[in-house]
């Protein structure tokens, strides 16, 4: 337990840590990040939803960035932690949350910013529990789809609706019902493909490199479809995998269930039991 002068000591020692200085290329990337979400919202108040689109992808890979340096650099802080999870709330729960309610929700009256609000607060609620379980899970699997990803399945479907020039009679009910969806999905325990997996950054087969270089060939050709695409097949991609285990686990369940009835069973534990 710790004494009351601990407890003292323990902002002064942060603060000290902090007058020492902070690391400037991860947090710039992390502010880089912030001001791409900032200027999205700006591009939504005036009514240019795809370059508010397009500017939540540009924070997107900002967010994915800040970490790597951050880790190539040897850099990491707990400073830099904070700082990125305040930008990914900015940027990734309430900049999409009001682009949807501009574009697409509003006619829904309470209902609509509602719908708004729980893709807000489940976007914050999902970064609060992967902050306190990021040293407890596999660093391969994310639990709940990430926020960054949320914010840009929302992104690829304002792209995707305003390439084809789709009414806007279709979006509302449809809009309304994914934003329900990823904002269950965010809090949800299905697990999603983190790509920290350090052998995607090793060698591989030749075929990799030419797979590679058609998808981005397809990706610049239409890429208000592919990103939909792409996006659409990650967040179906928890669901998807949670239903092709569920097999697999209900055989284990009754293995290690016979398992536990054979050995009640078996006369050698009874023997013991009874000595």
């Known amino acids: 337990m710790e004494t009351p002068e601990q407890i003292e000591a323990q902002p002064a020692e942060k603060s000290e840590n902090i007058r020492r200085g902070i690391y400037i290329l991860p947090n710039l990337i992390t502010a880089g990040s912030l001001f791409a979400g900032f200027y999205s919202m700006v591009a939504t108040l005036n009514g240019n939803y795809s370059s508010a689109a397009i500017w939540i992808f540009i924070s997107a890979i900002c967010d994915g960035l800040d970490g790597k340096v951050a880790r190539m650099t040897n850099s990491t802080s707990q ?4 700082f990125d999870s305040l930008a990914d709330l900015v940027a990734f729960g309430v900049t999409p949350g009001l682009m949807m309610y501009a ?29 306190v379980q990021v040293n407890t899970v596999e660093s391969k699997r994310f639990v709940g789809l990430p926020i960054p990803a ?14 084809f020039g789709w009414p ?32 995607l950054i090793k060698r591989q087969p030749f075929g990799f490199l030419v797979l590679a270089v058609v998808l981005l060939i397809i990706i610049v050709a239409e890429p208000a479809v592919m990103m939909f695409v792409i996006m659409l097949s990650y967040v179906l991609s928890g669901p998807i995998g949670l239903l092709l285990s569920l097999p697999r686990r209900r055989r284990l369940e009754k293995a290690i269930h016979k398992g536990h009835e054979e050995l009640l069973h078996d006369p050698v534990v009874k023997a013991g039991d009874e000595s």
């Open 168 to 199: 806007s009679s279709y979006k509302k009910l449809a809009i309304l019902a994914l934003i329900y969806l990823l904002a269950f999905l965010m809090v949800s325990s299905v697990k999603y493909y983190s790509f920290k997996d350090p052998e």
């Open 79 to 82: 400073f830099g932690v904070e």
């Open 103 to 131: 574009w697409a929700l509003k006619p829904f009256g309470r209902l609509g910013w509602l719908a708004a609000f729980l893709f807000v607060v489940c976007g914050a609620l999902r970064l609060a529990r992967f902050n």
């Open 150 to 163: 949320a914010a840009s399945m929302v992104a690829s479907t304002v792209l995707l609706f305003n390439h």
